[in-house]
């Protein structure tokens, strides 16, 4: 299974990666996680189309996703990976397509990526040529939005305030202090928040 998740900024990013190589015939699926609603928009009642476009192209091509319950939040949209998006070597440009009852779509998502590697010889022990740039690229663009902030946790039993990217905490949370902490008389809000925790303000 080749795995990617839409994120909350319709973004698209791979949580499940597996080599897929040229010319593979239904081996694996590409399953695109997608959340039931997004805003006040019920994509469960949506049909989710994907559209790919193979290297060395320049068109789209329009694939129907089958959709399932994934769990109470998101669905599972998937396909079989056909000949037909593994018959060239390179990176496969990916993005889906929301459509509502009438056909008309109401949501496009940002660009996902998936490299199908050539696999030059049919002696299976013989190490495969490594990936090409624009692969590397793309890989590097993902790493990238899954560090990028997007938004901010608060853990209200602990005060702690934290970054988080994808859902996915990052860096280091601050502590906030409490609401009655006291000014240190410079006219300033809060006073050092470092004498504020040893009790000594």
């Known amino acids: 299974m080749y795995a990617i998740r ?6 698209l990013f791979t949580t499940v990666r597996r080599p897929i190589y040229q010319g593979e015939q239904n081996v694996d699926d590409l399953v695109f996680i997608v959340p039931k609603k997004y805003d ?7 049909t989710v189309t994907l559209q790919y476009m193979l290297p060395e ?7 129907m996703l089958e959709s399932s319950d ?4 998101f669905l599972a949209c998937k396909t079989p990976l056909a000949a037909s998006l593994t018959s060239r070597s390179g990176t496969v440009l990916m993005r889906l397509v ?6 008309q779509a109401v949501l496009i998502s940002g660009a996902g ?8 010889s049919d002696n299976p022990t013989e190490p495969l040529p490594d990936r090409d740039k ?4 793309a890989e ?14 608060y853990d209200t039993g602990h005060r702690k305030l934290q970054l988080t990217a994808n859902g996915d905490k990052i860096g280091q949370p601050v502590t906030v202090p409490a609401d009655d902490y006291a000014c240190d008389g410079s006219g300033s809000t809060w006073g050092s928040m470092t004498d504020g925790e040893n009790g000594d303000g």
Request: hydrophobic share 35%.
């Open 140 to 153: 590097k663009v993902e790493n990238l939005s899954k560090e990028k902030a997007d938004s901010l946790d």
């Open 134 to 137: 624009l692969s590397k690229l």
């Open 98 to 103: 929301i459509r509502d009852e009438s056909g």
């Open 6 to 11: 839409m994120g909350t900024g319709k973004e």
């Open 57 to 63: 192209t320049d068109d789209y091509v329009d694939l």
């Open 70 to 73: 994934y769990n109470d939040e």
């Open 113 to 120: 990526f998936m490299p199908v590697l050539l696999r030059y």
């Open 40 to 46: 006040e928009m019920d994509i469960a009642a949506c």
